[in-house]
């Protein structure tokens, strides 16, 4: 089903695997390992009410071999979207990886490699139904940009799947500048759909927050974020931006990701923040790509994208 032509250990122990599909395609997985002390939660208030957050071994896989969807800061959307992938190619990603890690005690499974995985719907649905239901899979989580339509189906045909939804900006302005697809699926549509996802399901819905530095990341960022999550339906998660050549965007620092976090409990909503794994390997958030980018994609990605002032 899948041919493992590469596999890569990062200095952080975590393994990026390249496979290439039966048509030909390649796509990437990694697996990486968390433990308590991988999350960091800010002080102050968050010391009152600790976020449950598991450790153990995690497989991140890919839907489409390539993406179209063209966020800003992807090493994904320099690929051009080639090939949806089966329900087949995707649990075989998960149970390959770990069968050549050797992962005892099983592993949690997240939708957020290569590709936007709510508009390969049906095969990650599958995927996803056949994963829950396997003993050696304790969780199952699909992360998206906001296609609305598909997050109220995944609430009704797979609720026990958790939803991650990446916002990475407080106002259509600026989320329309990274992430093009806001101007179908608006900040206000997403969050009303994962608020839906959050009540039908009784799952908390996870909000992923990209920081780029002068950018997103200043206390009125944070303050605005929080207007508009509910605190009792979504906990934020914050996001380091991993280097891709030619993009024009600088990672913050540690210490500027834990203030934010700080920023967002002052305002009461829970928040924390995912330490990057696998970037030497190039295979951290938004690293993964396959193919070396034409001029003419790199020059398309970041001629459209300026932040606005
Ligand atoms: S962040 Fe996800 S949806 Fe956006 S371009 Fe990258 S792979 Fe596609």
Redesign the pocket.
């Known amino acids: 089903m899948l041919d493992l032509e590469k596999k890569t250990t990062s200095d952080d122990g975590s393994v990026r695997f390249v496979w290439r599909l039966p048509g030909g395609h390649q796509v990437e997985s990694v697996l990486f390992r968390t433990t308590a002390d991988s999350f960091i939660q800010p002080s102050a208030q968050a010391a009152e009410r600790p976020l449950s957050l598991p450790s153990g071994a995690v497989v991140c896989v890919s839907s489409q071999a390539g ?1 179209n ?3 800003r800061f ?1 090493a ?2 320099l690929q051009p979207m080639k090939h949806n992938l089966s329900a087949e190619e995707i649990c075989a990603q998960v149970i390959r990886s770990a069968r050549e890690e050797n992962v005892r005690g099983g592993t949690r499974v997240v939708f957020a490699g ?3 995985p709510m508009l390969n719907y049906e095969p990650v649905r599958d995927a996803a139904l056949h994963l829950t239901g396997r003993e050696d899979v304790h969780n199952v989580a699909v992360s998206t ?1 906001g296609i609305v339509p598909a997050i109220q189906r995944l609430a009704a045909e797979a609720p026990a799947v958790d939803l991650y939804v ?1 916002l990475h900006a407080a106002n259509d302005t600026l989320r329309t500048s990274l ?1 093009p697809l806001n101007r179908k699926y608006p900040i206000g549509d997403v969050l009303e759909a994962a608020r839906a996802f959050a009540q039908e399901t009784g799952r908390r819905v996870d909000i992923s927050y990209l920081l780029l530095k002068g950018i997103n990341d200043s206390p009125q960022d944070a303050r605005e974020l929080a207007a508009l999550l509910d605190r009792n339906l979504f906990t934020v998660k914050l996001l380091l931006w991993n280097t891709v050549p030619g993009l024009p965007f600088e990672r913050v620092p540690d210490e500027r990701a834990v203030e934010f976090a700080g920023w967002l409990d002052d305002c009461g909503q829970p928040a924390y923040v995912i330490p990057s794994k696998a970037r030497d390997v190039d295979a951290g958030c ?1 690293q993964m790509i396959t193919t070396q980018p034409s001029a003419s994609r790199l020059r398309r990605v970041t001629r459209e994208f300026s932040a606005p002032s």
Do not use: I, L, R, Y
């Open positions: 993406c969807v063209g966020c992807c994904t959307a290569m590709g936007e940009m990446s992430v938004g």
